[in-house]
């Protein structure tokens, strides 16, 4: 569905996409991960035909964006990140301009906007002014009036940002049915966790390259090298330290500031290695309470590689 | 619907004309334009009525419609910039335009949406002040082809003013910028064409004195050209018919004024439109280097 083949774009000296390469198939979800200038909206805006490339391009369904970016657009729909509504514009009146600018018939029009009210839950606010909308809402109806031509793919930037979180949970919902209408997705989203439940693959992105590719699970092993084991013991600590130190594949242990019975050991085996580990700690004698892994989630992994910047 | 009715009638030109058409402000300004008018053809004819011996007559209705005219013009010269300047960079301003730039909308029906939508309203201020210009055709004077010329001015000028503003708000990202830009223009079509005419016809006359002693008929076009381009001067030249087209003669130009004004507004008009379709969006072809 998405082809996107040496992707760059320079802004004077700064490059902001350098050499980005990414294939993304029909009907994915696609989470686009990564700090702020990393290039996210840089790669949207090149999709959604408003920014020239400097080198390489992208193909949509086949199509380069480069040289034929009218068919291009009657198979994206496209939600920025920042965007306005008219004034004194009523929301049917609003979704009807846009079906009418993708040269949609009136009839269709008049049978579709219903439709989508629905989907984004809108249906009570047909004949509101867009403008007296709250920000959750004009999300939902940007979104609305990015699917009125029922396109293939949809371009979201960042379609969670500023909204409350009863207001997110009605946009993962949404995402959620679009899903299921086998839209081919693809999001920014700085709210990572939302990300991980909706999306089918992540790539992560930081200074215009695509650092890790694939699903959840795939990123975290690819960006994450070491895990960390927490052990509570019951007694005798000192004995424990001693004990894991010697093990080639423990790198770092650090003892967890509130509870003096818990070690937290960065760790490099693989997991026949910890098993091991595990059954020499039982016949060493240590009272272990418990073993366990502690859970990494995407939040943890963004704020692992954007720490760089901060 | 064919491609040339496309381009005219169009979702973009509708929305334009539905939320314009809405705003009270815009019938407060047509309301008070029909209101200051009339108020001046009253004090027009109260002056010639009441401090003149011999009544209303037909030339004091010439020159109403002269008054009514040049009035008119000025609205046009005051209020098109404001009206289209900020008809692309008000969108950017309000993010509205990256999405309307990812519809299927092409470029030049965008843009001329844009500058139709603007001048509707503009001609409509022009029809509704129709009914002011039967108190001149009451007292006779003007003929309507006279009539016909001053409006055919009035829409030229309009259109090209309204193309140029819609061509800054394209290039110019703030609004303010763009507006400032336009009411420039506007201020050297009307004031500095003049200066710059004299200032030509001195050179003109001061070099053909110094070389042959005497001043000559020449072919120099330039001081016609400067002069057509102004709006005001070429309208009334038009209107007055007797007014510098025997001081142009001299120097050489035998053409009428409307016709070079035509071709300059139109030459103006057609330009810095196709400049803002191009312009309108980014060019995704990569330019070649070396």
Redesign the interface.
Do not use: E, G, H
């Given at each position: 569905m998405i082809e996107i083949v040496n992707l760059t774009k320079h802004y004077g000296s700064f490059t902001a996409l350098d050499h980005l390469n990414l294939s993304i198939e029909k009907g994915t979800v696609f989470g686009f991960v990564g700090p702020n200038g990393a290039g996210k909206s840089t790669t949207f805006s090149i999709l959604a035909t408003l920014l020239a490339p400097s080198e390489g391009t992208a193909y949509i369904n086949g199509i380069d964006v480069t040289k034929d970016p009218k068919q291009v657009r009657k198979l994206i729909g496209y939600v920025p990140d920042f965007f306005g509504v008219y004034d004194k514009f009523k929301v049917h009146e609003y979704l009807d301009f846009y079906g009418a600018s993708y040269g949609i018939p009136n009839e269709e029009r008049k049978a579709v906007i219903p439709q989508l009210l629905e989907l984004v839950n809108l249906t009570d606010k047909t004949d509101s002014y867009v403008d007296l909308l709250s920000r959750g809402m004009k999300q939902r109806l940007c979104l609305a009036r990015a699917l009125i031509h029922d396109p293939e793919l949809l371009i979201l930037d960042e379609p969670a940002s500023g909204l409350d979180p009863r207001a997110r949970v009605e946009m993962r919902g949404i995402l959620r049915e679009l899903k299921n209408m086998d839209k081919t997705i693809i999001i920014s989203s700085h709210i990572l966790p939302e990300l991980s439940e909706i999306c089918d693959e992540l790539g992560v992105i930081e200074n215009g390259q695509l650092i890790a590719h694939g699903n959840v699970r795939q990123i975290e092993n690819q960006l994450q090298a070491q895990k960390v084991l927490q052990v509570k013991v019951t007694e005798n600590i000192e004995h424990a330290v001693s004990f894991f130190e010697d093990d080639p594949n423990v790198l770092e242990i650090t003892r967890d500031e509130q509870d003096d019975m818990l070690l937290q050991l960065s760790y490099q085996g693989t997991e026949e290695d910890q098993v091991a580990l595990l059954k020499k700690a039982v016949e060493h004698g240590l009272a272990i309470l418990t073993l366990s892994q502690k859970q990494t989630n995407l939040e943890d992994i963004f704020m692992e590689i954007t720490k760089g910047d901060e | 619907m064919s491609r040339l009715q496309s381009l005219l009638i169009?979702?973009?030109l509708?929305?334009e004309i539905?939320?314009r058409f809405?705003?009270f402000k815009n019938f407060l300004g047509i309301f008070l334009f029909l209101a200051i008018c009339g108020a001046v053809c009253l004090a027009f004819i109260y002056t010639e009525t009441q401090f003149s011996y011999d009544g209303f007559t037909a030339e004091d209705s010439k020159n109403l419609f002269l008054l009514l005219s040049m009035g008119q013009l000025g609205l046009i010269v005051f209020i098109t910039p404001g009206l289209t300047a900020g008809a692309i960079s008000g969108e950017r301003e309000?993010?509205?335009l990256?999405?309307?730039?990812?519809?299927?909308?092409s470029s030049t029906s965008i843009i001329l949406s844009k500058l139709f939508s603007s001048l509707l309203y503009l001609i409509l201020m022009l029809v509704a002040s129709l009914p002011l210009y039967s108190i001149v055709f009451l007292y006779g004077g003007v003929s309507p082809q006279t009539v016909l010329i001053m409006f055919g001015y009035l829409f030229l000028t309009m259109l090209a003013i309204g193309s140029i503003g819609i061509m800054f708000s394209t290039l110019i990202k703030r609004t303010i910028i763009s507006t400032i830009t336009t009411y420039g223009t506007m201020l050297f079509l009307v004031v500095g064409t003049v200066i710059l005419f004299l200032i030509i016809i001195r050179l003109i006359v001061g070099f053909s004195q110094g070389t042959t002693g005497g001043p000559q008929s020449t072919d120099h076009i330039l001081p016609y050209i400067v002069l057509v381009l102004n709006p005001a001067v070429s309208m009334l030249f038009s209107l007055e018919t007797n007014s510098l087209v025997y001081e142009f003669q001299q120097i050489g130009v035998d053409w009428p004024f409307w016709v070079g004004f035509t071709i300059a507004y139109g030459a103006i008009t057609l330009i810095t439109l196709l400049i803002a379709i191009k312009k309108l969006?980014?060019?995704?072809?990569?330019k070649k280097k070396g």
């Open positions: - | 169009n979702p973009v509708n929305k539905k939320l809405r705003s309000k993010q509205t990256n999405i309307m730039l990812t519809t299927q909308q969006r980014p060019s995704m072809r990569r």
